[in-house]
């Protein structure tokens, strides 16, 4: 029998265990940071569920939520993979960032005023800061981002939270100092007065957000292209905003047909491998903008904001550029409650998917 495994549902893998023996496929939906190697959160498990399909010749697809031009992170010519096929799902994450901006009342949405009145057609009336930058849990990535933002003294005059945490086990300093500082000596950086329990996403911004006029969003990974909440965010609330994630983060929006804000912002970072340089020109990029006056900032690019809102819904909605594979899994499997995205797949059918108000 088929056997459909969905990495986010708590006991996957035992069921996985207990089921394979039974199976003449297998199909995983990875939800892992979209770094399909290390499934269930674990290293050890991709290579050993790939080599027990190739024992059994059993057929193996892993569905992961990265953009069509992510390089793969398996040698696809080795013969060890024969066996497996990654379908890509660039919508993945981005629906499920939607539906954390979005809350939870899907389908009640549209008839709720509050995000719109709020957090959509009043945003940035009131501006006090030239970027807001929400930092977490300490990656090292972060951490090297952090470090450049102190590097130009940018830390201080703008929103720029650090809370360190990680789970929910509150903020804990002390992850931050695995990192070699260079130019920041780490603390916390509170933005807002939400409680130790709940210091994640959950959709809430703190009040500097309004008084923001663009955001360096830090992404969760640094080597895996997918628009996450992070960057939706910006792009509800007519942010510009530069992306602090991937070495070619830009193109793929560009490619998916959002508007670069190059007016104000240099993109030559984009192409940079080395991460610490391309942060430090992002850093660079927040510095420049300094020089201007938001009003006159906010003007020069909020038609282009509106714009890429706009492209925004309509990528969403547009079932036409999905993967077939995709569309025909969730058309076949739409009965099962596994992810969001079979909720928000029927949604968009019928065009739910909204942040422009009628």
Same mark, same amino acid.
């Given at each position: 029998?088929?056997?459909?495994?969905?990495?986010?549902?708590?006991?996957?893998?035992?069921?996985?265990?207990?089921?394979?023996?039974?199976?003449?496929?297998?199909?995983?939906?990875?939800?892992?940071?979209?770094?399909?190697?290390?499934?269930?959160?674990?290293?050890?498990?991709?290579?050993?569920?790939?080599?027990?399909?190739?024992?059994?010749?059993?057929?193996?697809?892993?569905?992961?939520?990265?953009?069509?031009?992510?390089? &793969?992170?398996?040698?696809?010519?080795?013969?060890?993979?024969?066996?497996?096929?990654?379908?890509?799902?660039?919508?993945?994450?981005?629906?499920?960032?939607?539906?954390?901006?979005?809350?939870?009342?899907?389908?009640?949405?549209?008839?709720?005023?509050?995000?719109?009145?709020?957090?959509?057609?009043?945003?940035?009336?009131?501006?006090?800061?030239?970027?807001?930058?929400?930092?977490?849990?300490?990656?090292?990535? $972060?951490?090297?981002?952090?470090?450049?933002?102190?590097?130009?003294?940018?830390?201080?005059?703008?929103?720029?939270?650090?809370?360190?945490?990680?789970?929910?086990?509150?903020?804990?300093?002390?992850?931050?100092? @695995?990192?070699?500082?260079?130019?920041?000596?780490?603390?916390?950086?509170?933005?807002?007065?939400?409680?130790?329990?709940?210091?994640?996403?959950?959709?809430?911004?703190?009040?500097?957000?309004? $008084?923001?006029?663009?955001?360096?969003?830090?992404?969760?990974?640094?080597?895996?292209?997918?628009?996450?909440?992070?960057?939706?965010?910006?792009?509800?609330?007519?942010?510009?905003?530069?992306?602090?994630?991937?070495?070619?983060?830009?193109?793929?929006?560009?490619?998916?047909?959002?508007? &670069?804000?190059?007016?104000?912002?240099?993109?030559?970072?984009?192409?940079?491998?080395?991460?610490?340089?391309?942060?430090?020109?992002?850093?660079?990029?927040?510095?420049?903008?300094?020089?201007?006056? &938001?009003?006159?900032?906010?003007?020069?690019?909020?038609?282009?904001?509106?714009?890429?809102?706009?492209?925004?819904?309509?990528?969403? @909605?547009?079932?036409?550029?999905?993967?077939?594979?995709?569309?025909?899994?969730?058309?076949?499997?739409?009965? &099962?409650?596994?992810?969001?995205?079979?909720?928000?797949?029927?949604?968009?059918?019928?065009?739910?998917?909204?942040?422009?108000?009628?």
């Amino acid at each position: 029998m088929e056997i459909l495994i969905f990495t986010a549902v708590p006991g996957s893998y035992e069921l996985l265990q207990n089921q394979k023996s039974s199976a003449t496929k297998i199909i995983i939906i990875d939800w892992q940071e979209f770094e399909y190697t290390r499934l269930f959160g674990r290293e050890d498990v991709f290579d050993k569920i790939n080599d027990y399909c190739v024992e059994k010749g059993i057929s193996l697809e892993i569905i992961t939520g990265s953009s069509q031009q992510q390089t &793969l992170m398996h040698d696809q010519d080795n013969p060890r993979y024969g066996n497996l096929k990654i379908i890509k799902f660039p919508y993945y994450g981005t629906i499920l960032g939607a539906h954390a901006i979005l809350g939870h009342e899907i389908f009640s949405l549209e008839h709720t005023d509050t995000l719109f009145d709020h957090y959509v057609d009043n945003w940035n009336l009131d501006l006090q800061f030239s970027f807001i930058c929400l930092n977490s849990k300490p990656h090292w990535h $972060r951490c090297t981002q952090m470090d450049m933002l102190a590097k130009h003294d940018l830390i201080k005059n703008n929103a720029v939270s650090w809370n360190s945490w990680r789970g929910y086990e509150g903020r804990k300093l002390e992850d931050t100092f @695995n990192y070699p500082w260079k130019y920041w000596n780490p603390k916390i950086l509170i933005l807002d007065d939400m409680p130790e329990g709940k210091l994640g996403w959950s959709g809430i911004f703190p009040i500097h957000y309004k $008084r923001s006029y663009a955001q360096l969003v830090t992404e969760s990974s640094f080597n895996q292209l997918y628009i996450s909440e992070k960057c939706i965010s910006a792009i509800v609330t007519n942010k510009p905003f530069l992306v602090s994630g991937c070495q070619g983060y830009h193109k793929m929006l560009s490619d998916y047909g959002f508007e &670069l804000y190059d007016e104000i912002f240099d993109y030559s970072f984009d192409n940079v491998s080395d991460m610490e340089t391309r942060y430090d020109l992002i850093a660079q990029n927040f510095k420049n903008i300094q020089k201007y006056p &938001l009003r006159e900032l906010k003007e020069l690019t909020k038609e282009k904001t509106k714009r890429n809102k706009v492209h925004l819904e309509n990528f969403l @909605n547009d079932l036409n550029s999905w993967p077939p594979e995709i569309l025909d899994f969730l058309e076949k499997n739409k009965h &099962l409650e596994l992810t969001l995205n079979f909720a928000y797949y029927n949604a968009i059918k019928i065009k739910k998917i909204k942040f422009i108000r009628d």
